[in-house]
């Protein structure tokens, strides 16, 4: 598209990046200033490139965007899954900075996670989960 003169705009972007990630890839280049990189951090974050997706957020935050629900709650989840405490907290700063609130199941799955990283015992994740049944 660049090299016939082509223009593309924001909804142009996001939808080549959401079929790129429909077919498992992800293509970071197209990531431009001004084109919202939602998708492409949803696909980073689908791939357990949590690191990666930090770094998106960081870059989107400086360009004005905002990230979605749903790519925080992935990250969130990625860095649990390392049992990445410190990024785990940094994502949840700043989504509430950005106006998000982390609904239950995304509470649940932060307790849990600080708590078996703190302590190994297998009762204790199962206390976790019966106290935060809905």
Partial sequence: MEVGGVEADVAVYNVLIGGLRKVGRVLEGMVRRGVCPNEVLCGLVEKGRVEEGKGVVERMGKEGFVPSFG??????????????????????????????????????????????????????????DGVFED
């Fill in 71 to 128: 790519a925080y709650k992935g990250l969130v989840k990625g860095f649990c899954e390392k049992g990445r405490i410190g990024e785990v907290e940094w994502v949840v700063r700043d989504m509430v900075w950005k106006g998000f609130v982390p609904k239950m199941g995304m509470r649940r799955r932060i307790v849990k996670c600080v708590v078996e990283r703190e302590r190994s015992d297998e009762w204790v994740a199962g206390a976790i």
